[in-house]
């Protein structure tokens, strides 16, 4: 599986034409990184794992009637886990259902568990568009802004911006032409105050949390572009825990 999914990203891989270094940019992603802690504890993160809570909405049917909705509040477990080089891990749990996605190199899958019995899931692999996109975003977890460039992305310093009353800084992370993250970095601080996605999602930060000497938020506030709402609020924060190669590998379809 792995060796058919890396022959064909070998074939589609995207190619971003890495401009020449923008000092500004440089600069303002040094002041964001020490925003987040020191240039050597950045530099020995291999691995994040977060826990904590996942809550959003979902149009229910009133009285079984699918034209009369409301919105109800589902609020999960939930359970993240990023290593380095290309591996991640989403677990969201309710009552009901234990979702699974998970990234391990070129491979990506989703596997949705019954619960109460353990015997009933389904497993589906993801599309190469798929895999790129948690390759970018356990790229952005874990290197902290700096050197996207090694992996055929780009940086562009964007100017100035006002973001909730902050002067601010845009800066321009481009994994691919259709995966943007355009950030926004207080200038007084270097902290981060607001991403936006190419598909006009945005993503916000609130609160703080320390795990082995580096600042992360306490919540993230995800806007979809319909304007539906995700909010996760972290529990726990742990670095450089060792995670096994089978924490993301994709699982076996019939037991050995």
């Keep these: 599986m792995k060796s058919r999914l890396f022959a064909t990203l070998a074939v589609l ?38 826990s904590g809570t996942f809550t959003t909405t979902e149009k229910v049917p009133v009285n079984g009637d699918p034209k009369n909705t409301k919105d109800e509040n589902v ?27 998970a990234l391990d190199g070129y491979d990506a899958w989703v596997r949705r568990a019954d619960a109460k019995d353990a015997t009933k899931w389904q497993l589906s692999l993801l599309d190469v568009q798929q895999v790129k996109r948690l390759r970018a975003n356990t790229w952005e977890n874990l290197f902290f802004y700096r050197g996207i460039d090694k992996r055929g992305g780009k940086i562009e310093f964007g100017g100035d911006a006002t973001v909730d009353g902050k002067e601010c800084v845009k800066l321009v992370f481009t994994h691919a032409e259709n995966i943007v993250f355009t950030r926004f970095f207080d200038k007084a601080t270097g902290r981060l105050v607001k991403t936006e ?18 600042r992360f938020p306490r919540t ?37």
């Design 13 to 50: 891989v995207f190619t971003v034409n890495s401009a020449l270094a923008d000092p500004r940019a440089d600069q303002w992603i040094a002041k964001a990184r020490a925003a987040v802690g020191p240039e050597g504890v950045l530099e020995a993160v291999n691995s994040i794992h977060f």
């Design 220 to 256: 993230l506030i995800n806007k979809a572009p319909n304007g539906q709402v995700a909010t996760i609020t972290f529990d726990s924060v742990k670095i450089n825990e060792p995670f096994p190669a089978d924490a993301f590998a994709v699982p076996m379809l019939m037991p050995q």
């Design 75 to 101: 609020v999960l477990a939930i359970d993240i886990v990023f290593q380095k080089p290309y591996q991640q891990r989403i677990i969201r749990r309710s009552n009901e259902v234990i979702e699974t996605t």
């Design 197 to 214: 996605t190419e598909s006009g999602g945005e993503i916000r930060e609130d609160g703080e949390i320390r795990a082995g000497g580096l």
